[in-house]
Each structure stands twice: as structure tokens, then as C-alpha cells.
Nanobody, 121 residues
């Protein structure tokens, strides 16, 4: 099993920045990549970004140029740096671990509980 714990969410104003963290523990060697997804009220969960522990990343078009995903292998932690936040970025952000850089939820076997990000206008 792999356990994932997110942190770093909060309430910010439009244009501000936040950095989310996803700390992984357990049998992390069973996973190849970590992704961030988000879900806004009344909407389906959507892909944000993903990164391989060995390098390589991919982003949703909606966040490209504003968000940066990175990893710190020694701490088994993945970060999501979010800049120039917009009200439409408001959602619960969850990290997930799986194999490969995929943008679909079915590719990820392990999920965290999520952290709320609220961006006011």
C-alpha cells in the first residue's frame, strides 16, 4: 500500500501563489508517477499535472505556464507550485500515485484525501 498526504491548501486572492505538497509513504517503489487532480463543486475530477519519480512531467492546458510540478525523491514528496491563481482554480486538489504519465483517474491506484484551494476574485 501507498499512503499519500496533501498539504498547503488555503484561501488566497486572484493572482496569488500557493504551493501544495504530496507526501508519499509505504510501498512507493510500486509506483512510477504522481499526479495532481482537482475537483470543483458540481464538476468532474480533472487532471492538473503529473510527474515521474525518474523525471518527466505533463500538464493540463488550463494550467500550463502557471503551475509547476516537481519532486523531491529523498523525501518522497511531490509539489505543485501554483502561480497567478484564478477563481476558476478553486477546487479540492488531490494527489494520486500510479504507473506512467496519464491524465485519467483510472491510471492511479492510490489517492490522498485532498486539500481545499479557494481563490477569491
Amino acid at each position: 500500500q501507498v499512503q499519500l498526504v496533501e498539504s498547503g491548501g488555503g484561501l488566497v486572492q486572484a493572482g496569488d501563489s500557493l504551493r501544495l505538497s504530496c507526501a508519499a509513504s509505504g510501498r512507493t517503489f510500486n509506483t512510477d508517477a504522481v499526479a495532481w487532480f482537482r475537483q470543483a463543486p458540481g464538476k468532474e475530477r480533472e487532471f492538473v499535472a503529473a510527474i515521474r519519480w525518474s523525471g518527466g512531467s505533463t500538464y493540463a492546458n488550463s494550467v500550463k505556464g502557471r503551475f509547476t510540478i516537481s519532486r523531491e525523491n529523498a523525501k518522497n514528496t511531490v509539489y505543485l507550485q501554483m502561480n497567478s491563481l484564478k477563481p476558476e482554480d478553486t477546487a479540492v486538489y488531490s494527489c494520486a500515485a500510479g504507473s506512467g504519465l496519464y491524465s485519467v483517474t483510472s491510471a492511479y491506484n492510490y489517492w490522498g484525501q485532498g486539500t481545499q484551494v479557494t481563490v477569491s476574485s
